[in-house]
């Protein structure tokens, strides 16, 4: 920054330029807020459950797994069979010898006792585990919602704090032109303000960028293609609970109710393996006509049934595939509990972290560096200290405000990651 020595400017114009200065850094403690809103995210989360494609593609699976489920219970379908019987071969006459007729037959297969109902309540089990994942979809898709839209609001109120931060350098930069041209000060002077007002404005575009990033990020989830304009405002999420309701919670979280339903529908593919040990059995009758004068018609019934005597390289086998499809969507189960333990540590550990900091920031360091700079402000009005004292201070101050803002970002999204953790599952039909 640039230093002045004490002679470079009046007692009247130190006096003016520092009180100009301390309003502009005042502005950086209550940066405003824009006026023009059209989406909050209570609007948003509202149109992310009714318009986000995935979730749609999800309802489509379900309603697919549910179709499956009726048909799996039902018969396969009966065959019907026509034919000519005992045709001579010299001329194909019908009436030339006794037993050539005609067949109409029909026959109906019937899989091992009870198949069908237990295919049918495994892929209604795997229906309600579709039903849960969609539920931990849409928990998941409200937590990056709200995690872009605090990204937002973090660039739009940092934007707002760096805006003000460029007057002072702008006129920190005048004030050193000045002062070089009136032969008080050298070059490097106003070179260290032209590069600090550079680099503020490589700063700024970092911010313009990364809001942009977040509002095409939301864009994405509502299913939108438009620009969006946001109501700038924090998002109003309630305190998380103690850690130790959050765990008692876990069970149930949807990933684990999806988890456990997967483990379900495993165990019942498993007893639908095992009655492949059982025959099947498939009953058929026919009904032949008789051309031959005096012969009588026919009328013949039969059973067949599979025989599964030699299990070893084929029912076996696939009773065994299986149990280790069940063995793993158990350890699944497992491996996504401790998972989201582990998380529910860390996400209320960030969280009490992140709000100790930002309120030690806001009512302890804040008010430290706002005081330990108007007493240099004082200083160089009497003339005691330098400009580059004061602009150091100013900048501790813009400092600070910038960690308070990511303390706040850091707390808000800790709250909002332990507000998906904390999400419950509420039934197939929710």
């Known amino acids: ?180 041209r009136a032969g008080r000060v050298d070059q490097a002077a106003v070179l260290r303000s032209q590069l600090a007002l550079a680099n503020l404005e490589n700063r700024m575009d970092q911010v313009r960028a990364q809001q942009q990033t977040a509002l095409a990020r939301i864009a994405e989830l509502l299913g939108s293609t438009s620009a969006l304009q946001l109501r700038w405002s924090w998002p109003h999420l309630q305190p998380p609970a103690p850690l130790a309701a959050l765990q008692m919670k876990l069970p149930g979280q949807p990933a684990l109710q999806a988890a456990a339903a997967s483990s379900r529908a495993a165990a019942l593919a498993v007893r639908v393996a095992r009655t492949n040990l059982l025959p099947s059995i498939t009953v058929s009758t026919a009904y032949g006509q008789d051309f031959m004068p005096g012969s009588p018609n026919w009328l013949s019934i039969g059973v067949n049934l599979s025989l599964p005597i030699f299990p070893g390289d084929r029912q076996d086998q696939t009773i065994a595939a299986e149990q280790e499809k069940e063995m793993a969507a158990e350890d699944t189960y497992e491996e996504e509990r401790l998972r989201l333990a582990r998380q529910i540590h860390t996400a209320y550990a960030q969280f009490r972290a992140a709000d100790a900091q930002y309120q030690r920031t806001k009512k302890t360091l804040l008010p ?8 240099e402000l004082a200083g160089f009005i009497a003339g005691r200290t330098s400009m580059q004292s004061v602009l150091h201070a100013q900048n501790s101050v813009l400092e600070t405000a910038l960690q308070a803002l990511v303390a706040r970002e850091n707390q808000a999204l800790s709250s909002a990651e332990l507000a998906y953790l904390a999400t419950q599952y509420q039934g197939a039909q929710a």
Not at 143 to 167: F, G, M, Y
Not at 169 to 176: C, K, V
């Open 1 to 180: 920054m640039i230093s002045f020595q004490e002679k470079s400017l009046s007692f009247r114009s130190r006096h003016a330029l520092a009180w100009i200065m301390l309003g502009s850094v005042a502005g950086l403690l209550t940066p405003g807020q824009a006026t023009a809103t059209r989406l909050d995210l209570s609007a948003a989360e509202r149109l992310l459950q009714q318009q986000n494609p995935s979730l749609a593609a999800y309802q489509q699976k379900i309603q697919a797994l549910r179709h499956q489920a009726v048909a799996a219970a039902q018969l396969p379908d009966p065959h019907v069979s026509l034919g000519a019987v005992n045709l001579p071969t010299n001329n194909f006459s019908m009436n030339q010898q006794q037993m050539s007729m005609l067949s109409v037959g029909l026959s109906q297969t019937f899989p091992p006792f009870g198949q069908l109902a237990l295919r049918s309540q495994q892929l209604r089990m795997e229906a309600t585990a579709e039903t849960a994942t969609r539920a931990e979809r849409a928990a998941e898709l409200r937590w990056l919602l709200q995690q872009s839209w605090i990204q937002a609001q973090v660039a739009h109120q940092e934007s707002s704090i760096l805006q003000r931060q460029k007057r002072l350098d702008q006129m920190t930069e005048q004030a050193a032109v000045d002062a070089y």
């Open 368 to 375: 430290l560096a706002t005081q330990a700079y108007r007493a």
